[in-house]
């Protein structure tokens, strides 16, 4: 009963801001149209400054660059000139704390719970007790493994496996044009933080094209997404896998930390196979010295991953204080870049996707 006049009570609040918003607009229309006929003019009255939407925002965490992006680009969206309170809790990488900040926006009665999930499994409970509670939450980035989807409104973010997929197919196409057999390509895989969707869409796609293509994949470690474990675990694959060539860092960070061990065990990261070095491929693209890194080719190929989410977000909860209904999945778009001209695009499932040559006035930019 208690749970029922929560929810009734949060759809009429929601119905009374659909019905204030649509009579400020009638009283904007009628003081426009009424403007040239001074005559009827009568002094408007001062009503109170529209409420903001209250946003509680659970970021898992400031694990890499992209993060960091991907929290501003909801500060810069959600501020208070937009009409928006945004309440952000940092999770700190532990999905506890994620859990502690949802129950905490639930007392607060906040109007929307965005939720950037550390790992997918495990929210089944906490995302119950926001639905009983009539919020709506919108997971953004990384999503959840939910026994029921009615647990979230929607979801915003990456298609993982498709970014794994985009550059496992340009590493195909790139050793075939440069007339490498797949039987000497040796890969290690330094994974991003296990469990999160981000690690188990790259991991799948790399071990399929594996597959498919007959490479050795020679290990797949835990990285984090942090460089400085990217740089421990490489460091101890190097000393493990003589014949390493190929290094697939699930994110840019983790890519940074390898390159630091490539070269301090007196090798070079480097996309000519055929001389030697190790060919260094990432997820990413967010930070300077990522497209420097490629333009430099100490980064081969860079899966873009796109932390400009705000916007997308925004939009989500403009569709739903309209009384609309959003779409249940929402894909950023995402490009790909390289050093050179080799592959100029790649093909997957059917559908091609350019491939960016990252130039010195990129960079500049
Ligand atoms: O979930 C997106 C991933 O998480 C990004 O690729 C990585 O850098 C971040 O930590």
Not at 318 to 336: N, W
Request: proline share 3%; hydrophobic share 35%.
């Amino acid at each position: 009963m208690y749970k029922f006049t929560e929810r009734r009570e949060k759809e009429m609040r929601l119905q009374n801001r659909i019905l204030k918003a649509g009579i400020c607009l009638l009283a904007a229309v009628s003081l426009l149209t009424g403007c040239d006929k001074k005559s009827e003019m009568v002094p408007a009255e001062t009503s109170p400054a529209p409420k903001p939407v209250v946003i509680g925002f659970s970021q898992l965490g400031a694990e890499s660059d992209w993060r960091s992006a991907n929290t501003q680009s909801m500060k810069t969206t959600f501020t208070a000139e937009n009409g928006y309170q945004l309440i952000f809790e940092d999770g700190q990488q532990k999905q506890s704390n994620q859990i502690r900040a949802i129950r905490t926006f639930i007392q607060q009665d906040v109007d929307y719970i965005v939720l950037a999930p550390v790992t997918e499994t495990g929210w089944d409970t906490v995302l119950q007790e926001a639905k009983d509670a009539g919020i709506p939450v919108i997971l953004l980035d990384r999503q959840v493994d939910a026994t029921d989807d009615s647990l979230f409104t929607c979801w915003v973010g990456s298609d993982f496996e498709l970014e794994g997929r985009k550059v496992t197919e340009w590493l195909r196409q790139y050793t075939i044009r440069k007339g490498i057999d797949p039987s000497e390509i040796h890969i290690v895989n330094i994974q991003g933080t296990i469990g999160a969707s981000a690690q188990i869409g790259r991991t799948k796609g790399l071990a399929r094209a594996a597959e498919e293509n007959g490479w050795e994949l020679l290990a797949e470690v835990p990285g984090d997404f942090t460089q400085t474990k990217g740089r421990e675990v490489m460091a101890e694959l190097l000393n493990m896998y003589e014949d390493l060539n190929v290094v697939y860092c699930e994110n840019d960070n983790e890519a940074f930390g390898a390159i630091e061990a490539i070269e301090a065990a007196g090798k070079k990261a480097g996309s000519d196979l055929q001389a030697g070095e190790i060919m260094v491929i990432s997820f990413d693209g967010v930070k300077k010295e990522a497209m420097e890194y490629v333009y430099e080719d100490k980064i081969s190929c860079i899966g873009e991953c796109n932390p400009e989410q705000g916007a997308m977000v925004q939009e989500v909860i403009g569709k739903l204080e309209r009384g609309e209904t959003p779409e249940k999945f929402s894909y950023v778009q995402e490009g790909m870049l390289t050093h050179d001209d080799t592959v100029p695009e790649v093909m997957v499932g059917g559908k091609k996707y350019p491939v960016t040559v990252v130039t010195g006035e990129m960079i500049q930019e």
